[in-house]
């Protein structure tokens, strides 16, 4: 169906691509070594000067104390309305909704927020840095933790203290991968830096509620530490490939939050239950 070539189409997007790249030697490098450090540098004559461009990638200092969020997030909020995709109308709109979820956006991707109007909820999406005072002055039914990039631990230096008043509310909670990792930390858990984290499509989920496993998109080089997971706090998911944390759920109160994507599809729809599960919890 294309009606170009993909250089012409990756130019017109501003949109740099990589070839002749050996990955299975970089997959044997990452299993074996973790993730190292690089530079992708372009020249059109092939002169580089490879210390320098060495020297550039030891000097990073790496993902730990980074706070990307704030790089990552809307400057404003704003409302969506737009649903999950449908053959042959495309995204549809949501107009008919019945509750109202704010979405903390620390790098949110726009199906999460597909996935929630299609539950059948209004959409507001806030800036990372929205105090809780201010997010629950809207008079949300549920509040959603988005996904986003960096270490929890810096941007959770000014999201958690808001975290912990909104699981003071009361009001429903979901939270994706970066804010599954900070709402962990607003109860008192904590979390440490992977080896080689997590990526890709793939990734077989258990279920822990259900039993069922599901096939999961992951994005991550941080995990919660499940011995450090206190007293009313519940392991709901965990990974099949090396049984690492993937979802918690608070005793008590009706928050919980996933590791991976659910919105992504790779199984390709063995996640959106979660939205529907979220969805429940704010209609009773």
Not at 96 to 102: L, N
Not at 126 to 141: F, G, I, Q, S, Y
Not at 209 to 229: C, P, R, Y
Not at 269 to 277: A, G, M, P, V
């Amino acid at each position: 169906r294309s009606g170009g070539d993909f250089d012409a189409w990756l130019n017109s997007r501003n949109t740099v691509a990589l070839a002749g790249v050996d990955t299975r030697a970089l997959t044997q490098l990452i299993r074996d070594k973790g993730a190292p450090h690089a530079v992708i540098a372009h020249d059109p004559d092939g002169n580089f000067d490879l210390e320098a461009l060495v020297a550039k990638a030891k000097a990073w200092t790496g993902l730990v104390g980074l706070d990307l969020a704030k790089e990552a997030t809307t400057l404003q909020a704003f409302e969506w309305n737009e649903g999950v995709w449908e053959w042959p109308a495309g995204y549809p709109k949501v107009d008919a909704a019945d509750k109202h979820v704010v979405v903390i956006d620390y790098g949110v991707k726009r199906n999460i927020l597909r996935a929630l109007a299609s539950t059948g909820c209004k959409i507001t999406v806030v800036p990372a840095d929205t105090k809780a005072e201010d997010v629950l002055a809207r008079n949300p039914d549920g509040i959603v933790l988005s996904n986003g990039p960096g270490d929890p631990a810096a941007t959770g230096i000014y999201a958690v203290p808001e975290i912990q008043k909104l699981v003071a509310s009361g009001k429903p909670i979901m939270g994706i991968c970066l804010g599954h990792q900070m709402l962990a930390i607003a109860v008192g858990a904590k979390t440490i830096k992977m080896v080689q984290g997590h990526h890709g499509a793939n990734h077989p989920v258990k279920d822990l509620t259900t039993g069922k496993v599901e096939i999961v998109s992951m994005n991550h080089g941080f995990a919660v530490d499940q011995a450090s997971l206190p007293d009313g706090v519940v392991e709901t998911h965990i990974s099949l490939f090396d049984g690492t944390n993937c979802g918690i759920a608070l005793t008590g109160k009706p928050v919980f939050s996933v590791q991976h994507h659910p919105e992504a599809s790779p199984g390709p729809t063995d996640s959106l239950y979660l939205f529907n599960r979220f969805a429940d919890s704010m209609r009773g």
